[in-house]
């Protein structure tokens, strides 16, 4: 069925779906490495593209092909890529446009292992990378050199929750003749779809808010245009990044109620930031749905929802962190983010402890900050856990 024209709750249900030989009413899961050719004619259309007959699974595979189609009309782009992990679809986009002399432009705050592949392994093949604050686009103008090939926002950022403007970044790139490329997984394309505002490449941590039940670790990318597809296909073929058929299986599952986790997510995010804000052992919170935050009309204009990813600064720094994380029973102490669950997170004693405090307090990981992504339990229960866990602080 064409879903097109349908609307998006009705495009997570049936978008993708293809007729099987029984009329299967879910997408079966073709759990094989290989497909027989009907003769050797048949192989070698297979392999020249004129045929639509499937080769082998790191290539692609009918139930990985369904999530890549409809992943991609959500986001309404081109065509989707699966990968074996979000960080998977980060290195086939920057295999895909960057070479020895290049030099790419990023949000400072962007998940961390997406920088240090960069800073650590890319720049042995000789490409340069500037990490700044891209909600300022004086900053990210001032920075383009002759080099400079690609700008890649990640937005909202962790932790700071800081939204960057995309249209602004498109139009500065377009002057500067830049890829662009965002990091969509905090919002999912049911909050926020970078295709529209004239990114050329939107990419997913699928194991986040797509597939939303802490149960599988998967990419997709997503381009604007065939082009940018036929540059990226083959780098994920040949770095042998490919998602799994039953994994595959499973995104499809999960993505069936991405409009409703997220709605429910996220009206539990907004009841939570405001408790958070009262609550008198917390500094500061960071939630693009309260008034407070810096990007609050931006984010209104550019999301369809502020989503489910709160920071906040607990009083009291490390120790404080630490007792929290301890005294948390119903949501859990675990990273991760954008499933059904509560996952609570202290990176300056977790994620970020091997760092130097001076370090990672510049890069926003102060003592005290925690990173809460709020699941679609009774909300009641989950400010009722953080009571009886802050009243031990
Ligand atoms: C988790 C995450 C990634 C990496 O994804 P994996 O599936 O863990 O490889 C990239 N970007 C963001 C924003 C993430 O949260």
């Known amino acids: 069925m ?25 997408v079966p899961i073709y759990q094989t490495s290989t497909f ?28 990985i092909d369904s999530l890549e189609k409809l992943i991609a009309e959500l986001e309404n782009g081109y065509r989707g890529i699966a990968t074996s992990s979000g960080m998977g679809a980060v290195n086939t986009i920057y295999g895909a446009f960057l070479k020895q002399g290049d030099h790419m432009i990023s949000t400072d705050a962007v998940y961390g292992p997406s920088r240090v592949v960069m800073e650590k392994h890319y720049s042995k093949f000789g490409v340069e990378s500037t990490y700044l604050d891209t909600t300022k686009p004086d900053l990210v103008r001032k920075a383009i050199k002759p080099n400079t090939r690609m700008l890649y926002i990640e937005t909202p950022a962790n932790p700071t929750m800081s939204v960057t403007n995309l249209k602004e970044m498109v139009a500065i790139a377009r002057e500067h003749n830049l ?48 082009e940018l597809d ?4 083959p780098m994920m073929v040949n770095l042998g990044c490919n998602m799994d058929p039953h994994q595959a299986y499973m995104v499809i599952r999960g993505l069936k109620t991405l409009s409703l986790r997220m709605d429910r997510s996220q009206e539990n995010a907004m009841t939570i930031a405001r408790f958070l804000e009262e609550h008198p052992k917390v500094d500061w919170v960071k939630y693009p749905g309260l008034e407070s935050h810096p990007q609050f009309d931006l984010a209104k204009k550019q999301m ?38 509560s996952l609570i997170q202290h990176p300056a004693s977790m994620t970020h402890s091997k760092m130097d405090k001076e370090a990672r307090e510049k890069s926003g990981i102060t003592d005290g900050l925690v990173r809460f992504s709020v699941g679609i339990e009774n909300v009641e229960d989950i400010i009722d856990d953080l009571t009886q866990a802050f009243d031990k602080v």
């Open 2 to 26: 064409d879903t097109r024209d349908k609307g998006f709750d009705s495009k997570l249900i049936h978008a993708g779906m293809f007729d099987d030989q029984f009329g299967s009413a879910t």
């Open 36 to 63: 027989r050719f009907k003769n050797a004619d048949h192989g070698a259309a297979c392999f020249a593209g004129d045929s639509e007959g499937y080769i082998y699974t790191r290539l692609n595979n009918p139930t």
């Open 179 to 226: 890829i662009t490329v965002a990091d969509n997984t905090f919002c999912s394309p049911y909050l926020q779809k970078p295709l529209d505002f004239g990114v050329d490449v939107v990419f997913h941590s699928i194991t986040k808010f797509l597939n939303g039940h802490a149960d599988i670790v998967g990419g997709i990318i997503v381009s604007k245009n065939k």
């Open 230 to 233: 036929s540059q990226l296909r």
């Open 304 to 341: 369809n929802g502020p989503g489910a990813m709160i920071s906040f600064e607990l009083r009291g720094g490390l120790p404080a962190g630490k007792t929290l994380m301890n005294e948390v029973k119903l949501c859990m102490l675990a990273v991760s983010l954008g499933g059904v669950e």
